[in-house]
């Protein structure tokens, strides 16, 4: 029996686990549409039941951001009428929740199976957190919409850093991603891994400044400042501060150098996450 | 890519297929321990298979239960990978997989979309097909209400009228073919016979080789992870018919032995 031409797909063991990059990509490029109905259809479940429906959307970060503010304002005895730290409480608290939906979506996309597709289908895997990034950009950008009364309100005005917003929001998304990827994978074999992850997340907000100042850390040195700064939210946090708000204080850090600083561990993180995610995938069928 | 007779469409050369799986350790086996209660198991489910399927043909996998069946489809399928060999395709392979992809809070007419674009149907086709596919399902109003309000029948109808509805070069079955009430399976599986005719190239693996027999011409034997036998389906559900026969006597004398003692 003769078989002219070359096979349309050959599927065999690799020394590395990875696949034919090429041919990965390709696949997962057909998978586009279905990436962005997944996450249409994981929007609309959200709030599947609830009198509010997709108000939750802009509610859920608010809420969020006005406790922070009362408490806040209540510990450090600042008062209720700093409408720009509520701006930038607020503003902060969305783009947080941004980063920190892609990776809580995105290792729950692999871990729940994704409705029979890691067990029953071919598509390539990494388009479950990519669709997981589709959908917490997505809310956010709706988030932003309830961000822009409060930025007047707080006469944040408008000014050039603004340009950077929408690469800043390529770079988290990016950054969200590759982390997504990484503990997608440990979640498949730790399962303890989604359990400890609310946590996790919950003590690197604090860590970074999302709701404390950048500036707050600026001149301490070793070891607040130096730890502070090994921390990739702390670029990221303060090039979104900066983005929103414009520079708090002569003397802050650059926008650019912060910019770089973040661009680097999100391209980093992505890479890692991406390869490691692919070597090990073809396991999530018999894990999950 | 169009196939001629004559030419394979599945070439499996020396595969093998090993997992590591995660099993739940027993309560003598763990002891006092506190912490992890799992331990890892590996599985050898498929050891040097070798067969090729030529284009236009339909093969029955057919064997006893851990055969590696299912393994050998979901490895043709590109759902799990080789261990070892490798396996070649002419053509891209669709697993029926009924519900694949469906979200249980979306309506019926949503999930259509979403299962459709699973399938890997672009999405003109999904809409082309929409209306065909909610009238093979048949379940009337039910279509723009959230599938969680469904019978488990009428979820399996529409997930059935979803997978059936691709067109795909190399159909993989793997005992699908139930699917809702008496009155839907039969037009259930006349309609996987549809597709059998339409699709250029097929694989069906079933515990009946009375259903392989009629859906295939050619059969694989799988037995434990290897091939016992490969030729005419006939020959070889008729094999496979005698070997249970002589495993279900084996397995009577052995308790009947058991019993006297």
């Keep these: 029996m003769t078989t002219p031409d070359s096979p349309t797909i050959s599927r065999r063991a690799t020394r590395t686990g990875l696949p034919q990059l090429g041919h990965y990509l ?263 | 890519m169009s196939l001629q007779s004559g030419t394979d469409a599945i070439r499996i050369s020396d595969l093998s297929v090993s997992y590591s799986a995660v099993v739940e350790e027993t309560r003598e086996t763990r002891g006092r321990r506190l912490g992890r209660r799992t331990r890892k198991r590996d599985i050898q489910a498929l050891k040097e298979v070798s067969f090729n399927v030529p284009a236009g043909e339909a093969m029955g996998l057919i064997g006893g239960n851990g055969a590696g069946k299912s393994t050998l489809l979901k490895t043709i399928a590109g759902v799990l990978k080789p261990s070892d060999g490798q396996v070649d395709l002419w053509g891209r392979p669709h697993l029926l997989a009924p519900g694949m992809g469906f979200n249980s809070k979306l309506s019926g007419r949503e999930n259509v979309v979403l299962g459709g674009l699973a399938a890997g149907m672009p999405i003109d086709e999904v809409r082309e097909k929409q209306d065909s596919i909610i009238e093979f399902a048949d379940i009337g109003g039910f279509i723009d209400l959230p599938t969680t309000t469904y019978s488990s029948g009428m979820f399996s109808r529409l997930a059935f009228a979803v997978a059936t509805h691709v067109n795909p070069e190399i159909l993989l079955i793997d005992e699908a073919l139930s699917a809702g009430d008496a009155a839907f399976r039969d037009k259930a599986v006349s309609k996987v016979k549809e597709m059998c005719h339409q699709a250029q190239t097929i694989v069906v693996v079933s515990h009946s080789s009375a259903l392989v027999s009629e859906m295939a011409t050619h059969a694989v034997w799988l037995h ?6 490969v030729g005419e389906v006939r020959a070889v559900a008729d094999s496979y018919i005698e070997f249970q026969a002589k495993e279900r006597e084996t397995a009577q004398y052995d308790r009947s032995i058991a019993d006297r003692r």
């Design chain 1, 26 to 288: 390709a696949e997962a490029y057909r998978y586009r549409t279905f990436a962005l109905f997944w996450s249409k259809a994981d929007i609309k479940a959200r709030n599947f039941e609830t009198v509010l429906g997709r108000l939750w959307h802009f509610l859920n970060p608010f809420l969020f951001g006005l406790i922070y503010f009362v408490f806040v304002g209540i510990l450090s005895g600042g008062g209720f009428s700093n409408t720009n730290r509520l701006a930038f409480i607020v503003g902060n608290l969305y783009v947080w929740t941004f980063f920190s939906t892609i990776i809580n979506t995105g290792v729950g996309s692999v871990q729940g199976g994704a409705g029979g597709i890691t067990a029953q289908s071919a598509i390539p895997r990494v388009v479950l957190p990519f669709a997981s990034t589709l959908t917490a950009g997505n809310l956010f950008l709706r988030s932003l919409i309830a961000y822009v009364p409060l930025h007047v309100v707080a006469s944040r005005g408008l000014h050039w850093e603004m340009l950077w917003l929408p690469f800043l929001f390529l770079m988290t998304g990016l950054f969200g991603l590759g982390l997504a990827l990484l503990l997608a994978v440990a979640n498949v074999y730790f399962r303890d891994v989604s359990r400890l992850l609310p946590h996790f997340l919950r003590l690197w907000l604090y860590l970074s400044p999302a709701i404390w100042a950048y500036t707050r850390v600026i001149g301490d040195g070793w070891p607040v400042e130096t730890l502070a700064r090994l921390n990739p939210m702390y670029s990221g946090m303060t090039a979104w501060t900066i983005a929103f708000g414009g520079p708090l204080a002569p003397g802050d850090p650059s926008m650019v150098g912060s910019i770089l600083v973040f661009s680097a561990w999100a391209v980093g993180t992505l890479l890692v996450g991406f390869f490691t995610f692919i070597s090990r995938e073809d396991e999530f069928a018999v894990r999950n």
């Design chain 2, 224 to 229: 434990r992870g290897r091939v016992k036998m």
